[in-house]
């Protein structure tokens, strides 16, 4: 069976859960308390965040699924300018549904590459993993699970043949716009001149409609921030009250950025382990970004971090576009 999926495990299970404490308790203690997004997806989180995919005012994923379903071909032409065996890396892959349709498509085409998801939550891998032996049994496929840098810098070194980085998702936009520079430019230092990377971005839209996004009736946004209370509960024997923290989204229209936030309810403490952190009565812990870009701010970030854009696929709507950028 040439179908392998090879986990890569940088360090133990022990650091993995030390630095998650330390950076809690950083988080919290830092003015304002700030938790960082990566931690949402335990498994409860990782089935919240697909539930929030199902939401009918999540539009993100049915939108980049519109042009993976039907800009294939463009996508594909794009990536594999030449017959080069590849290796397409993928970075946040989660079920790979969206990326799925390009693989069939590159299989079809008899593209020779190797498909090596990287994703932060082993649940979801092992499902990508079966799901992918059932439908293109021949792939060739190597999966990382850890965190973004340090896996793509493994995954790099592993072959000498010509890379495509896929970033889908709007995965960028939980970075802030400095990250999102520094991000790039340590992508553009792992890579070589043929490389590619297919970003997906979010774009800028009506104020009304992203905001809903992220504030879904159902409420299952709201239970996806609480999930991360709840693990911390768990796994860093803490005892946050859930009931006495409210979900609350932002969107400014002008810098692009959607946040997310918990109000403390009222005056209260929770203990971490030996830590005590107190909060005001309205007191917020920032969550998360969402940030939403426009074309030319795509532009200028490709510019400013050493890349080239080759490429802009768009949804019928325009509401969701993969850049496509070269050394
Ligand atoms: C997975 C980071 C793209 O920011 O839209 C969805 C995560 N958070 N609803 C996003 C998320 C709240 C999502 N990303």
């Known amino acids: 069976d040439i179908h392998s999926i090879n986990r890569h495990i940088t360090g133990s299970k022990k650091d993995a859960s030390k630095k998650f404490e330390e950076d809690v308790l950083n988080g919290l203690l830092s003015s304002p308390k700030k938790l960082y997004p990566k931690y949402f997806y335990d498994e409860e989180g990782t ?3 697909r539930k929030i995919m199902d939401t009918p005012e999540y539009y993100l994923t049915g939108c980049e699924l519109d042009i993976f379903k039907n800009k294939t071909a463009e996508l ?18 989660g079920d790979g549904f969206k990326s799925k349709h390009l693989l069939h498509y590159l299989s079809r085409a008899n593209a020779e590459f190797t498909y090596m998801p990287i994703d932060i939550s082993n649940s979801i891998l092992g499902f990508l993993r079966n799901s992918l032996q059932t439908e293109l049994p021949r ?5 990382f699970e850890g965190e973004y840098m340090e896996m793509l810098t493994e995954a ?4 000498n043949r010509r890379k495509v980085i896929l970033f889908l998702g709007a995965n960028i936009g939980n970075m802030e716009v400095d990250e999102s520079i520094n991000f790039c430019r340590q992508l553009r230092t792992l890579l070589s001149p043929g490389d590619l990377v297919l970003i997906g971005f979010d774009l800028k839209k009506n104020p009304k409609t992203v905001l809903s996004a992220y504030n879904d009736k159902s409420g299952v946004t709201s239970m996806f921030n609480l999930n991360l209370l709840k693990r911390i509960n768990r796994e860093l024997l803490a005892n946050f009250v859930l009931d006495q923290y409210e979900h609350y989204p932002m969107y400014d229209p002008v810098s692009g950025s959607c946040r997310s936030f918990l109000v403390s309810l009222r005056s209260q403490h929770v203990n971490i382990g030996k830590q005590t952190i107190q909060f005001e009565k309205d007191e917020v812990i920032a969550m998360e970004i969402s940030q ?8 200028s970030l490709a510019k400013n971090t050493g890349f080239e854009t080759v490429g802009m696929v768009m949804d019928s709507q325009e509401w969701f576009v993969d850049a496509i950028w070269k050394i």
């Open 47 to 49: 089935a919240l965040f």
């Open 156 to 159: 790099c070194a592993s072959s």
């Open 292 to 299: 939403k870009y426009n074309l030319n701010e795509i532009r």
């Open 76 to 93: 594909a032409k794009c990536i594999t300018p030449d017959v080069a065996p590849f290796d397409l890396i993928e970075l946040g892959a």
């Open 139 to 143: 792939l060739q496929v190597q999966g």
